[in-house]
């Protein structure tokens, strides 16, 4: 994700946060199990981190402070992590 990120920095920022949650939505289906929550929470927080790292790059100036981002992630929210199988379906 960190090289995704950094290799389409310069796309407009809707489009980039577009093509961001489907990645976002296949890596926790695929991790998402049961006693794995804590570890895509922090896939989530790292991302969220990468993304406000390379959006500040994008010129000579910041362009976000931390306040501002969260913000614009209100406005534009990142897929929040989910479980979405369990080891234990199926099983008596």
Known sequence: MKQW?????????S???????????????????IDN???????WYEVTRLLFKWLNRRSQRN????DKFLMLLKIK?????????SIFYGQQ
């Open 77 to 85: 929210p990142l897929p929040r992590p989910r479980i979405y199988n």
């Open 5 to 13: 990120i950094k290799a389409n920095r310069t796309m407009p920022v």
């Open 63 to 66: 362009s976000y402070t931390w």
């Open 37 to 43: 929550g804590s570890m895509i929470r922090q896939y």
């Open 15 to 33: 489009q980039l946060l577009k093509q961001i949650a489907p990645k976002l939505i296949g890596y926790y289906r695929y991790y998402g199990i």
